[in-house]
């Protein structure tokens, strides 16, 4: 760092915890030293005004410094005090400046780190996710169930007993003229399946013996905002074959036409 005053050029830089100025009248060497305070430079150069000699060794308030070239009859008091002054304050600055982008590299770092785990969080996230079962709420569906008249005339909640249950995702992609939206080349990329499921209950009710086979499939569907997922298992197809005194039928609580007509699968990047 260079401070230019009249025709005096002071110069420093860093020595560990010392600072090392010289002090330059154009193109002559009058002096260098080490110093630690402001106020030592100051009464070091009052001292050096008195000097006429070369290379020699001084002390000053327990601090040494050596002397190359003397000769400051010449320079203002004053005027170098206010220029050591302006010195040290723009030392003041740059370490100032320093500090500060050290700050904002920090954030850049932390930032960095956090793109850093986003894609292994999603990794784990999706190899979690795929390696289990699916989970779905069985009392939304219950709820469906004894909402029914037909079913709740032969099933009560008090005595209705599951004898079976599977549900499985479905492999691969499903049929692209039901289903256009997963052709969508990007979301193939990221996976190899849809997210949906098909699955079953056998249900029985030990008071009036009759036995029910719930088939059921589920896909992920859109929330109310963009790019947010509504209901992970969302039941576009359920019907149940019930069987009662040898009589057989069939009975259809949510219709796949009908309901693929008002919503339509969410894909699931993860």
Same mark, same amino acid.
């Given at each position: 760092?260079?401070?230019?005053?009249?025709?005096?050029?002071?110069?420093?830089?860093?020595?560990?915890?010392?600072?090392?100025?010289?002090?330059?009248?154009?193109?002559?060497?009058?002096?260098?030293?080490?110093?630690?305070? &402001?106020?030592?430079?100051?009464?070091?150069?009052?001292?050096?005004?008195? &000097?006429?000699?070369?290379?020699?060794?001084?002390?000053?308030?327990?601090?040494? =410094?050596?002397?190359?070239?003397?000769?400051?009859?010449?320079?203002?008091?004053? &005027?170098?005090?206010? @220029?050591?002054?302006?010195?040290?304050?723009?030392?003041?600055?740059?370490?100032?400046?320093?500090?500060?982008?050290?700050?904002?590299?920090?954030?850049?770092?932390?930032?960095?780190?956090?793109?850093?785990?986003?894609?292994?969080?999603?990794?784990?996230?999706?190899?979690?996710?795929?390696?289990?079962?699916?989970?779905?709420?069985?009392?939304?569906?219950?709820?469906?169930?004894?909402?029914?008249?037909?079913?709740?005339?032969? =099933?009560?909640?008090?005595?209705?007993?599951?004898?079976?249950?599977?549900?499985?995702? @479905?492999?691969?992609?499903?049929?692209?003229?039901?289903?256009?939206? =997963?052709?969508?080349?990007?979301? &193939?990329? =990221?996976?190899?399946?849809?997210?949906?499921?098909?699955?079953?209950?056998?249900?029985? @009710?030990?008071?009036?013996?009759?036995?029910?086979?719930?088939?059921?499939?589920?896909?992920?569907?859109?929330?109310?905002?963009?790019?947010?997922?509504?209901?992970?298992?969302?039941?576009?197809?359920?019907?149940?074959?019930?069987?009662?005194?040898?009589?057989?039928?069939?009975?259809?609580?949510?219709?796949?036409?009908?309901?693929?007509?008002?919503?339509?699968?969410?894909?699931?990047?993860?």
């Amino acid at each position: 760092m260079q401070i230019i005053k009249s025709k005096t050029v002071y110069t420093t830089r860093l020595c560990g915890n010392h600072q090392t100025h010289t002090i330059r009248d154009g193109n002559t060497n009058l002096k260098m030293l080490t110093i630690l305070t &402001q106020e030592t430079l100051i009464k070091s150069i009052h001292m050096l005004k008195h &000097q006429k000699t070369t290379g020699n060794q001084y002390h000053l308030d327990g601090h040494g =410094f050596r002397i190359y070239c003397i000769d400051m009859s010449q320079i203002s008091h004053v &005027q170098l005090k206010e @220029d050591i002054d302006y010195l040290i304050n723009s030392m003041f600055t740059s370490c100032l400046h320093s500090v500060s982008s050290f700050i904002n590299f920090i954030l850049l770092a932390f930032g960095f780190k956090v793109l850093t785990v986003l894609p292994l969080a999603m990794l784990y996230v999706r190899a979690r996710d795929k390696c289990g079962d699916p989970d779905f709420k069985e009392t939304y569906l219950r709820d469906m169930l004894y909402k029914n008249n037909e079913i709740n005339a032969l =099933f009560k909640e008090e005595t209705i007993h599951v004898l079976d249950y599977d549900c499985e995702y @479905d492999r691969g992609y499903p049929c692209p003229e039901k289903f256009p939206e =997963f052709k969508n080349k990007f979301w &193939q990329f =990221f996976n190899t399946d849809t997210s949906m499921t098909t699955g079953y209950f056998k249900m029985a @009710d030990v008071e009036t013996g009759a036995v029910m086979n719930l088939k059921f499939k589920t896909m992920p569907v859109p929330g109310k905002y963009r790019y947010q997922i509504g209901e992970p298992f969302y039941f576009y197809d359920l019907r149940a074959e019930i069987t009662h005194n040898g009589q057989h039928k069939e009975v259809v609580l949510v219709d796949e036409k009908v309901a693929l007509q008002k919503v339509r699968p969410f894909l699931l990047i993860i």
